[in-house]
């Protein structure tokens, strides 16, 4: 399942706000920002990502709709995120052409990179080693843009399990930086005293 957000319409807000990158790299510098720091705000987020915070500021209406609206797509990304039914999907437009869909990954990758590295993430050895070696995976996936596909049925599978394995990954990595602590709910009368 793909995410249900309007990439046409990060796209438009992105543009508005002076920024000259793509949703996909846009919504990976996000998650890499997510995962580097729980304590991220919306407005962080889009003045490293846009060019407007200026504008905002003197009442451009048009920047000012262009933010509130990606502030939304920012509290959707936490939630999903952190969404126990593990509903995270990477912001890719679902294009037939198999090369752009390649080109996005790649963008998506490297925003991700980027913002772990915004993010102040130096180093991973303070987690398990899966961490790191998604890092490592998301550097080459950086250039995925650059491989040469087949032209048949086996681009689009290898396409959909790249994906999937950025999903699961991107997961991995947000639960091990900022680990979900849940309350357990014990029924009253099972409580010792």
């Known amino acids: 399942m793909k995410s249900d957000i309007d990439i046409k319409q990060v796209q438009k ?9 793509s949703p996909a790299e846009a919504h990976g510098t996000l998650c890499g920002l997510l995962c580097g720091r ?11 990502t846009t060019t407007a915070a200026d504008a905002i500021e003197q009442g451009d209406l048009l920047a000012a709709e262009a933010s509130e609206w990606l502030t939304d797509l920012f509290f959707k990304t936490v939630a999903a995120l952190s969404d126990n039914n593990l509903n995270f999907y990477p912001l890719l437009a679902d294009d037939e052409d198999d090369s752009m869909q390649l080109e996005a ?26 961490v790191g070696e998604f890092v490592t995976a998301m550097t080459s996936i950086a250039t995925a843009d650059d491989y040469d596909l087949a032209g048949d049925d086996s681009d689009t599978e290898a396409i959909i399990e ?4 950025i999903r699961i990954g991107v997961l991995l990595v947000n639960e ?9 709910d014990i029924p009253a009368d099972q409580i010792l005293h």
Not at 13 to 21: D, H, I, K, P, V
Not at 38 to 48: N, Q, V
Not at 162 to 165: A, D, N, T
């Open 38 to 48: 729980s304590d991220l705000e919306p407005r962080e987020w889009i003045a490293l």
């Open 105 to 130: 990954i790649a963008q998506w990758a490297q925003g991700f990179l980027m913002g772990l590295s915004l993010a102040g993430v130096e180093k991973f050895s303070d987690y398990p080693e899966e």
């Open 176 to 184: 091990e930086m900022n680990p979900l602590r849940v309350p357990v």
């Open 13 to 21: 807000n992105l543009t508005t706000l002076g920024s000259e990158a």
């Open 162 to 165: 790249l994906e999937e394995f």
